[in-house]
């Protein structure tokens, strides 16, 4: 289940969903933001601090083998079809994930993708975040 769908229940908590991006290119964002991807803000993470956070201080790169690998060739088709297209701009390499951070900006959840296309249990990320702010999942 994709995070955004769950943006009300995140709230709830007290907390905020935002999206990073490792890169800015402008013709991608603006097809990002008007797609039905996300529908909150958008901040450029221009040294990619929060990337190598979840890369427990490297930026995670794809190798050869992640070119290969199954699931992020599903991945591709399901978000092509969905979006209608596709493209191969950018730096295609860079592993993303979910970090979800409290309001003492502790890390309550993280998550780092394991392949392209990769997707957070959003279940256990709301486990996770209610830990950090009190909310319990029932409640919301």
């Not at 907390?15 to 529908?39: A, Q, R, S, T, Y």
């Not at 050869?64 to 209608?84: C, H, M, P, Q, T």
């Amino acid at each position: 289940m994709e995070v955004w769908a769950e943006k009300e229940k995140i709230e709830k908590q007290g907390l905020k969903v935002i999206g990073l991006l490792h890169e800015n290119i402008p013709d991608e964002v603006k097809d990002f933001l008007e797609g039905d991807f996300w529908g909150g803000p958008l901040y450029y993470d221009e040294k990619r601090t929060v990337f190598r956070s979840l890369g427990d201080g490297s930026i995670r790169k794809a190798g050869l083998s992640g070119f290969f690998d199954y699931r992020a060739w599903k991945r591709g088709y399901e978000a092509v079809k969905k979006a209608g297209r596709g493209n191969l701009k950018g730096n295609g390499q860079v592993f993303g994930g979910t970090m979800i951070v409290g309001t003492d900006a502790t890390a309550c959840y993280t998550f780092q993708e394991e392949y392209f296309g990769a997707k957070a249990n959003i279940n256990e990320a709301l486990a996770a975040s209610s830990k950090c702010t009190g909310v319990t999942p029932s409640s919301l």
